[in-house]
């Protein structure tokens, strides 16, 4: 299902029904158990943060998490700003959960909008980046 969203014309996309794909998102912690692996997961405005960059101008942006759909760019991009996090969580977004994405930035980043504990409960790997 598609909607467009705002005058960035985001178009917002449910997981296809019988398909589920992986993604990669920048973690602070290895744990899942830990509250900091569960913020880990939540948008910046969640978590009572400024907007920056795109998120200034775009509101649902900043209402959603980053994520690759490359573990190879998530790996980068956690080396090149190190206060994101020191490991990549590998999260199989399945349809019927309530994942909403939509493909942000460059071609291989997506922003997600979704319950941070359905997204923990949707980890099926954790490896430092």
């Known amino acids: 299902m598609r909607k467009t969203v705002g005058p960035a014309r985001i178009v917002v996309l449910e997981v296809d029904p019988g398909r589920g794909f992986s993604v990669y998102r920048i973690v602070r912690s290895e744990y899942l158990d830990d509250p900091v692996f569960l913020n880990s997961l939540r948008s910046n405005y969640e978590l009572d943060h400024p907007p920056r960059g795109v998120e200034r101008s775009s509101t649902v942006i900043h209402m959603g998490v980053s994520?690759?759909?490359?573990?190879?760019?998530?790996?980068?991009?956690?080396?090149?700003?190190?206060?994101?996090?020191?490991?990549?969580?590998?999260?199989?977004?399945?349809?019927?959960?309530?994942?909403?994405?939509?493909?942000?930035?460059?071609?291989?980043?997506?922003?997600?909008?979704?319950d941070p504990v359905k997204l923990r409960e949707a980890v099926v790997g954790i490896r430092p980046a």
């Open 67 to 114: 994520a690759y759909i490359s573990e190879y760019l998530a790996q980068q991009t956690a080396q090149r700003w190190e206060k994101l996090g020191d490991y990549i969580a590998e999260v199989q977004l399945a349809p019927g959960r309530g994942f909403n994405f939509a493909y942000t930035g460059h071609p291989q980043h997506l922003t997600i909008w979704a």
